[in-house]
């Protein structure tokens, strides 16, 4: 309970009455909207059975949200969570590990039906069970503010995956982002996440990591990948695919046409499951982020991915850290960067492979046509300490360091590279110009590094920066941006933004 002191909830004038026993299944209701006009008595037709009664009707719809709380929890016999009262009208709620169980997410789940300042909610490791569950999906039917939900680590197993997917298949809620990680899902569960999602359209954000889908699951969550049309980011590291559901999960991306961002990491995809992602990669243009770390893919499954990189438009990040991959398969993906004229690969990270000069070499040539490219490896053979220090040596400093020498700005520097004496390049241009320039001698590495503060998602590099109180910041309309190229020395004591934006007309 995170330490917090039982809070007693109010005392009442009037006697409690126990409340009647309820089967678990039937539906809690509550209406506590203040500004909602009713009539004190039910027309004859409506039930009046509810799972949180208030005697008082004219109470109950004067009742704060913090009066709620407190008599959900008198109803259910659990003592009041003080860090929910205290935080129950912001818009982000975090409940993970405070041991709820079943009864103390119902009374939350009571609390929230009318609630509509919280919009995440965490309830993370709280042994909710099918009960906790239930109580939920009931509370998101009447509650239409709530988008982002973790029940993470909850154990749910088999009925609450039951119970999530009948939930789903209505499409009528407004959570967009659910997190469902470690909760002892099967095979069988998978089936009725297939069920719900090839439904669901309004999830866009689903997190299944850490459970137990094993191939099978993947042949069911392939179909369900195939059919959705809402998800834009799935997380299905930390389960069992291995050949079998690799392949069936790689056949359902071929025909999806909205899902932007995959982590399968710490599976066992192995290199024929990396021969049907590289299919993939040939084909789906809507994929930017991938992530196939420790998956057994060797040289033979870089080889496959490499050829649909060739072919690919859209791939942004390729993350293949904890493979057994070489140097010579880490030349081959970069290579076929080179060889795709519209790639727009920004990321490889590669951090377990040693590399050689000979392979920086080669990169140094692919940047210079795709001078977004960063690639991640773990040091470079035959290289010192002191040289690989050198290496990688702040392009920043070494830029100010120069202005300092020579007695000028360093917007003088930058304005120095363009021939035409504007403030923006394009990154193609700005990438040769560094490379081509001698008065701050820097390696590609470096380059690229000065390329990620200044670049914008145009494509342009703007040095449209000024200097005060020892920040430097870009100018743009509508607000200032830090980039970090200044470090309190810039000869510009006397220069104020005003007169500096002046100097750019």
Same mark, same amino acid.
């Not at 469902?180 to 990591?209: H, P, V, W």
């Given at each position: 309970m995170d330490n917090d002191e039982p809070l007693e909830p109010e005392i009442k004038d009037e006697p409690e009455t126990e409340p009647a026993a309820r089967n678990s299944d039937e539906t809690f209701y509550c209406e506590a909207e203040a500004s909602v006009a009713i009539e004190k008595e039910k027309p004859g037709g409506e039930s009046?059975?509810?799972?949180?009664?208030?005697?008082?009707?004219e109470k109950l719809f004067t009742t704060g949200q913090r009066e709620l709380y407190l008599e959900a929890c008198k109803l259910v016999g659990v003592v009041p969570v003080s860090y929910f009262i205290r935080n129950m009208e912001e818009s982000y709620v975090n409940l993970n590990h405070h041991g709820l169980g079943p009864s103390g997410t119902k009374a939350i789940a009571i609390a929230l039906v009318s609630n509509t300042s919280v919009v995440t909610l965490e309830l993370a490791d709280n042994c909710i069970m099918e009960e906790g569950t239930l109580s939920l999906v009931q509370m998101l039917q009447e509650n239409y503010y709530l988008q982002d939900l973790n029940i993470s680590n909850n154990d749910l197993g088999l009925k609450g995956a039951s119970t999530i997917s009948e939930f789903?298949?209505?499409?009528? =809620? =407004?959570?967009?982002?659910?997190?469902? =990680?470690?909760?002892?899902?099967?095979?069988?569960?998978?089936?009725?996440?297939?069920?719900?999602?090839s439904a669901n359209y309004r999830i866009k954000t689903l997190d299944l990591s850490h459970n137990e889908f094993s191939d099978k699951g993947g042949e069911h969550l392939g179909q369900m990948l195939a059919l959705?049309?809402?998800?834009?980011?799935?997380?299905?590291?930390?389960?069992?695919?291995?050949?079998?559901?690799?392949?069936?999960?790689?056949?359902?991306?071929?025909?999806?046409?909205?899902?932007q961002k995959l982590d399968l990491s710490m599976n066992g995809f192995g290199n024929e499951g990396a021969t049907a992602l590289g299919e993939v990669l040939r084909l789906n243009n809507s994929l930017v982020h991938i992530d196939v770390s420790s998956n057994d893919i060797s040289n033979e499954g870089v080889l496959k991915i490499s050829k649909g990189l060739e072919f690919n438009e859209s791939l942004k990040v390729l993350k293949l850290f904890l493979n057994p991959v070489s140097m010579d398969g880490a030349t081959l993906l970069i290579l076929s960067i080179k060889r795709n004229p519209k790639s727009k690969m920004e990321e490889i990270d590669i951090s377990n492979v040693l590399v050689s000069e000979q392979f920086v070499?080669?990169?140094?040539?692919?940047?210079?046509?795709?001078?977004?490219?960063?690639?991640?490896?773990?040091?470079?053979?035959?290289? =010192?300490?002191?040289k690989e220090l050198l290496l990688r040596t702040n392009p920043m400093k070494l830029i100010q360091s120069y202005a300092d020498q020579h007695q000028i700005t360093v917007i003088d520097f930058f304005k120095s590279l363009n021939p035409n004496g504007r403030m923006m390049m394009s990154v193609g241009d700005f990438w040769k110009a560094m490379i081509q320039q001698d008065k701050v001698p820097m390696n590609p590495y470096q380059v690229r590094e000065l390329i990620k503060k200044l670049a914008e998602k145009t494509g342009m590099v703007n040095f449209r920066c000024w200097c005060l109180g020892g920040t430097l910041r870009i100018m743009k309309p509508g607000g200032i941006k830090n980039c970090g190229l200044c470090y309190g020395s810039i000869k510009t004591a006397k220069f104020s933004p005003d007169a500096f934006n002046a100097s750019l007309a």
């Amino acid at each position: 309970m995170d330490n917090d002191e039982p809070l007693e909830p109010e005392i009442k004038d009037e006697p409690e009455t126990e409340p009647a026993a309820r089967n678990s299944d039937e539906t809690f209701y509550c209406e506590a909207e203040a500004s909602v006009a009713i009539e004190k008595e039910k027309p004859g037709g409506e039930s009046s059975e509810t799972d949180l009664e208030i005697e008082d009707t004219e109470k109950l719809f004067t009742t704060g949200q913090r009066e709620l709380y407190l008599e959900a929890c008198k109803l259910v016999g659990v003592v009041p969570v003080s860090y929910f009262i205290r935080n129950m009208e912001e818009s982000y709620v975090n409940l993970n590990h405070h041991g709820l169980g079943p009864s103390g997410t119902k009374a939350i789940a009571i609390a929230l039906v009318s609630n509509t300042s919280v919009v995440t909610l965490e309830l993370a490791d709280n042994c909710i069970m099918e009960e906790g569950t239930l109580s939920l999906v009931q509370m998101l039917q009447e509650n239409y503010y709530l988008q982002d939900l973790n029940i993470s680590n909850n154990d749910l197993g088999l009925k609450g995956a039951s119970t999530i997917s009948e939930f789903l298949q209505r499409n009528t =809620s =407004s959570l967009l982002n659910l997190q469902l =990680s470690g909760n002892n899902f099967k095979d069988e569960s998978a089936e009725l996440f297939c069920q719900a999602f090839s439904a669901n359209y309004r999830i866009k954000t689903l997190d299944l990591s850490h459970n137990e889908f094993s191939d099978k699951g993947g042949e069911h969550l392939g179909q369900m990948l195939a059919l959705n049309i809402g998800l834009q980011s799935l997380d299905l590291s930390w389960n069992q695919f291995h050949t079998q559901g690799a392949v069936a999960l790689c056949n359902g991306l071929r025909a999806n046409v909205t899902l932007q961002k995959l982590d399968l990491s710490m599976n066992g995809f192995g290199n024929e499951g990396a021969t049907a992602l590289g299919e993939v990669l040939r084909l789906n243009n809507s994929l930017v982020h991938i992530d196939v770390s420790s998956n057994d893919i060797s040289n033979e499954g870089v080889l496959k991915i490499s050829k649909g990189l060739e072919f690919n438009e859209s791939l942004k990040v390729l993350k293949l850290f904890l493979n057994p991959v070489s140097m010579d398969g880490a030349t081959l993906l970069i290579l076929s960067i080179k060889r795709n004229p519209k790639s727009k690969m920004e990321e490889i990270d590669i951090s377990n492979v040693l590399v050689s000069e000979q392979f920086v070499k080669i990169l140094d040539g692919v940047c210079a046509i795709h001078p977004q490219l960063d690639v991640t490896y773990k040091a470079v053979q035959g290289f =010192s300490a002191k040289k690989e220090l050198l290496l990688r040596t702040n392009p920043m400093k070494l830029i100010q360091s120069y202005a300092d020498q020579h007695q000028i700005t360093v917007i003088d520097f930058f304005k120095s590279l363009n021939p035409n004496g504007r403030m923006m390049m394009s990154v193609g241009d700005f990438w040769k110009a560094m490379i081509q320039q001698d008065k701050v001698p820097m390696n590609p590495y470096q380059v690229r590094e000065l390329i990620k503060k200044l670049a914008e998602k145009t494509g342009m590099v703007n040095f449209r920066c000024w200097c005060l109180g020892g920040t430097l910041r870009i100018m743009k309309p509508g607000g200032i941006k830090n980039c970090g190229l200044c470090y309190g020395s810039i000869k510009t004591a006397k220069f104020s933004p005003d007169a500096f934006n002046a100097s750019l007309a």
